[in-house]
């Protein structure tokens, strides 16, 4: 989470800047920035994490960083939120890290998009990966409630609030390009539609 969310500061866009920053660190290391290699094996404490988010700068110590990636990492994790990337009034899609990409030649359907996730994949694996992002404490699974998850895990599963989500119009509504954006903590006025319906 951006440090915005974990000091309870109104926030927009900002926080999905961060979070491009983190997915692109993870995706390179194999690990997020604020746990580092060791949290897989040594459990990390969630306060902990939430110190090193607020206080402490990420460490590039994996071998695939480099200055490019990094650079744009710093870029997306500054802690001010004026300061990051994307929140200046700049456009991300700019910085020589994305080179490679025309945008908008990928933005008019002309050329594939260089990766697409699988649509019937879950990136979770097991439901051991669930508690490590949920508050809720005591729960024990069962055989069959692991059955149901890696039934759920391979996509065979509907979801009914994909449905839902159809039904309400909220779908277009987030996938409109020129909706006015969410605004939590900020004036109510400048709230979307998405915000009354949920």
């Known amino acids: 989470m951006a440090p915005e969310i974990l000091t309870d500061m109104p926030y927009r866009m900002s926080v999905d800047w961060w979070s491009l920053g983190v997915s692109i660190y993870e995706m390179v290391a194999g690990y997020t920035p604020f746990k580092g290699p060791d949290g897989k094996k040594e459990k990390v404490d969630k306060d902990e994490v939430k110190r090193r988010i607020i206080n402490e700068e990420p460490v590039f110590e994996h071998k695939n960083f480099d200055p490019l990636t ?10 001010k939120v004026d300061e990051r990337l994307g929140c200046k009034g700049d456009d991300p899609r700019k910085h020589e890290w994305f080179k490679s990409i025309n945008f908008p030649r990928l933005e008019a359907g002309l050329i594939p998009p260089p990766w697409l996730p699988k649509p019937n994949v879950v990136y979770a694996k097991d439901t051991g990966d669930i508690a490590e992002f949920s508050d809720v404490r005591g729960i024990e699974f069962n055989d069959k409630d692991e059955k149901l998850f890696k039934e759920f895990s391979t ?20 996938n409109d390009p020129h909706r006015k954006e969410s605004s939590t903590g900020l004036d109510q006025e400048k709230k979307s539609g998405t915000c009354t319906l949920l």
């Open 70 to 79: 990094t650079d744009i990492i710093l870029q997306f994790l500054k802690k």
């Open 155 to 174: 996509g065979a599963i509907s979801i009914p609030w994909q449905k839902e989500m159809i039904d309400t119009g909220l779908f277009d509504e987030l």
